[in-house]
């Protein structure tokens, strides 16, 4: 039996519910011009989101999310990466990995917070890996991702060297 006419049941309520919370929390602040910027705040968003919403994680990890603001979402940060100089299948490939990090950290990081274990009397190497769910780290290692994203985009554009005058990296 349906909930309402238009939700088969209670996966897809679930899905139309972090639909419109994810709408109201992912569009970041800074410029689209700032291509890094933009992408890495739009990463923390989703990140942040996913951590706070459980149900909204357990939604990421079952199956792809194609409600209408994670399609937004994702041609929006498709459109910026190739606005800063990647092709289509670049741009495709960095969408996927910036955003298979992001919800990968994100089910470590609320794993971790909700078993709130203490760290009193933990050794030096716990408290360090314990570090590396933390949001600092979570941006750390997206700049090393961001990183790899323009030297490959540089790289692809000394291989052309037909892009004179053309969209910069």
Same mark, same amino acid.
């Given at each position: 039996m349906s909930l309402y006419g238009h939700v088969r049941g209670k996966e897809d309520l679930l899905d139309e519910v972090v639909d419109k919370l994810l709408c109201e929390v992912w569009r970041p602040r800074a410029k689209e011009e700032n291509w890094r910027a933009?992408?890495?705040?739009? &990463?923390?968003?989703?990140?942040?989101?996913?951590?706070?919403? +459980?149900?909204?994680?357990?939604?990421? $990890?079952?199956? +792809?999310?194609?409600? +209408?603001? &994670?399609?937004?979402?994702?041609?929006?940060?498709?459109?910026?990466?190739?606005? #800063?100089?990647?092709?289509? $299948?670049?741009?495709?490939? #960095?969408?996927?990995?910036?955003?298979t990090y992001t919800i990968g950290f994100a089910a470590l990081e609320a794993s971790r917070t909700r078993a709130g274990h203490s760290l009193v009397g933990a050794t030096k $190497?716990?408290?360090?890996?314990?570090?590396?769910?933390?949001?600092?780290?979570?941006? #750390?290692?997206?700049?090393?991702?961001?990183?790899?994203?323009l030297l490959g985009c540089r790289n692809e554009l000394r291989t052309q060297n037909s892009l004179i005058g053309g969209p910069e990296c």
């Open positions: 933009w992408i890495a705040e739009a &990463a923390d968003r989703l990140r942040r989101f996913l951590v706070r919403q +459980p149900a909204a994680l357990h939604v990421y $990890l079952q199956h +792809p999310v194609v409600s +209408p603001s &994670a399609v937004t979402r994702m041609n929006v940060m498709m459109r910026i990466l190739k606005n #800063a100089g990647l092709d289509e $299948l670049t741009a495709r490939r #960095a969408y996927g990995t910036i955003h $190497l716990v408290r360090q890996l314990s570090s590396f769910t933390s949001s600092g780290q979570f941006l #750390a290692g997206l700049d090393y991702i961001l990183d790899g994203v």
